[in-house]
């Protein structure tokens, strides 16, 4: 695993846009050979998004040949709904990018077969050869996309209960009333995530230091899905000072000598 350590939000946001870029342009994509995004909702890739599109803007890079798939959609928020996975997106990211609309994949929320949904979305994944990279963020309680603690770490695509923390962590969202929060949510599994090829989790802020404490250096277990990340062969978490907050002195030190000689 690749632990990197930025001084702030803003030093992530940078990293992390680009890496993506960096990775697009290495790939050489085309019609037939799509660069391949897994892509979160949430506050925390807002700043990789920002700078994402400024440099499509400047033709540092280009969304032409790039396909996404999100990690997650609310049940029973329509697409024009300011809350749903599908606004978000749109409003701060795909609207502002060459990106080509046959590309993006979001869950559809409003279906009526979940279990069809979901196997479908797994099947568009397949038929584009698999994810290239995908970039998450993560919930207080080390949860990825809504893979909640207890969530199968072989999980697929499917509908999931939501946890009454994440609603009330959501609901900063929702005008702060749990009550507009929906209860279920159609996310992708941890299997899901673990066959990208890469990985990338972005965490800052210090509300995020146990999760990043317990995926970096607890034991790998369901109750903090996070932790899943050391069973890949190429995982990144990406996080800020605050969030590397809990690590240990020794930890922080033997990363960010790494990455030192690495850059
Ligand atoms: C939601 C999303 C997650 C996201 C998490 C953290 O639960 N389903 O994908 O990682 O929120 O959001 P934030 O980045 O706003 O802290």
Redesign the pocket.
Known sequence: MRVIIKQDAAQCAKWAADYVSYKIKRHHPTPNKPFVLGL???????GMYQELIKQCASGKVSFEHVATFN??EYIGLPPEHPQS?HYFMKENFFKHINIQTKNIHILNGMTRDYEKECTEYENAIKKLGGINLFI?????DG????NEPGSSLTSRTRIKT?RLD?IK??A??FDNDITQVPRT?L?VGIGTIMDAQEIMI????R??AEAIKHGIEGALTHMWPISVLQMHQHGIILCDEEAASMLEADTIKYFKEIENRTD
């Open positions: 979160p909702t949430g506050s925390t890739p807002l990690m997650d996975y998450g963020g993560i919930g207080t949860h990825i996309a809504f939501l994440t962590s959501n900063r969202f949510a996310t972005i965490a800052t802020g509300n995020k």
